[in-house]
């Protein structure tokens, strides 16, 4: 919150870079949070529509938000400015219900707690839990959570009309939320015999679906094409990629049990290191190369991808199998 106000009153590009700096490492925090304690709360048969739910915000929200901000930014009388202090206000909101709401689910922590209550009352110091008598070092800790406007150019949409198109983020969000409940059934009758690969079919048919709508968005990257097609390209990538990004999620949930938010926390950090450096060089690139090859770049290397959920689905239980930490960490679900 206070790193959006910073940037609302910055007063140079300094200090908004400073600020959205930080503010990425405090954000962080939430994204990486929610899969773990997802997976405190709920079952493995059962937190696929808690994951979803999560998935569906977090998704769709990125793309409700430059919806909103393209037309602050085209209202004179409102401009950059009030993008930052919707944040302020939506996040002083956040941090109220978190203050207010929020509990602690993980269950070392819990257990810890219990056992210092039970050492006060008794006077006994052999009431301890587990995480304290196993208690890693900050090192230890660190390194188990690291490592465990084609629109605007083409088709000369104005900047609220350009905010607008991501409301194909939206879209596909809500296509990949509705396909998480036949994913569902999908996982309840495959788990007895698949175990946690059974949270992949729909990731696998997700692996073809997400270089096809990359493709169709570089293809149709014309302004002798419809803008139509372009937004299509985009809901088909989106549905594949929150579908991907559900799958992941639910799926490291049931391989790593209570260590999930450590898992999920490395995979976040590889996602963020790569969506940060991404913008760097990309208007160079498609300067260089076009859209329409810039982005069939990106489609020839989401085609190399392709088998990973494949892979996972048919080999997952073997590599798991080479894990001694994937087999104590889900020894007891």
Known sequence: MLMHLMVAEAKNIQTVILARLLGGGFGSTGATMVGGSIADIWRPSERGLPMSIFA???????????????????????????????????????????????????????????????????????????????????????????MGPTFRDVHHFGVGETGTVFITLVIGSLLGFATNFHQERLYQRGFPTRGPEARLYWACAAGILFPVGMFIYAWTTFASVPWIAMAIGIVIFIWAAFTIYLAAFTYMADCYGAYASSAIAGQSLCRNLIGMAFPLFTRQMFAALTYKWGNTLFGCVAVLMMPLPWILFWYGPAIRARSTFSRRATAGQ
């Open 56 to 146: 569906v915000a977090a998704v769709g929200s990125t793309g409700l938000g430059p919806v909103a901000a393209g037309w602050i930014e085209a209202n004179p009388h409102l401009q950059w400015r009030w993008i930052q202090w919707l944040h302020v206000i939506v996040t002083a909101l956040c941090l109220v219900l978190l203050v207010l709401f929020m509990r602690e689910t993980r269950t070392s922590v819990i257990l810890s707690r219990r056992a210092k209550k039970l050492r006060a009352e008794t006077g006994d110091d052999r009431y301890r839990s587990v995480a304290e008598i196993e208690l890693p070092s900050l090192k230890t800790l660190l390194i188990i959570s690291s």
